[in-house]
């Protein structure tokens, strides 16, 4: 064997290994080196472009779903501390606009209810 084969196999051992771990832009960089090898038949090359197009792919999803999970997970937490500032006019002394017992009660329970609805598609994007 070739020490260039050596090294291929190297490049393309620690790309498998980095995408076990969900690193996948090591791991692309890793099968993307090994794609440099001219010693690679036709086939092999397509089927590491192919695997790096499938990392490329994930990489832009998990982005994506962390990113909107989070702000889920902001909204909802927000939305419940509001209420619970509307809720309790005591605790603010009535200085949230000198609303109405009745109306602040509405909307801290409005912001109330927003927040169980967002909570609830956070924790259903979190176990999809």
């Given at each position: ?5 050596g ?23 890793n ?12 086939i092999q090359k397509?089927?590491l ?12 999803i ?6 909107s999970?989070?702000s ?8 419940f ?15 949230i ?13 409005i ?10 598609f956070?924790f ?5």
């Amino acid at each position: 064997m070739s020490k260039e084969y050596g090294e291929n196999q190297e490049y393309f051992e620690r790309g498998d290994h980095f995408t076990d771990e969900g690193n996948y832009s090591k791991a692309i960089e890793n099968y993307t080196k090994s794609l440099s090898n001219d010693s690679l038949s036709a086939i092999q090359k397509e089927g590491l472009n192919r695997k790096i197009q499938k990392l490329n792919d994930l990489s832009h999803i998990n982005t994506k779903t962390v990113e909107s999970r989070a702000s889920l997970a902001i909204l909802a937490i927000g939305s419940f501390i509001v209420a619970l500032f509307f809720f309790s006019v005591n605790i603010t002394g009535n200085a949230i606009g000198n609303l109405a017992y009745n109306t602040s009660n509405w909307i801290g329970l409005i912001l109330f209810v927003l927040g169980l609805v967002l909570a609830f598609f956070y924790f259903k994007k979190r176990n999809t």
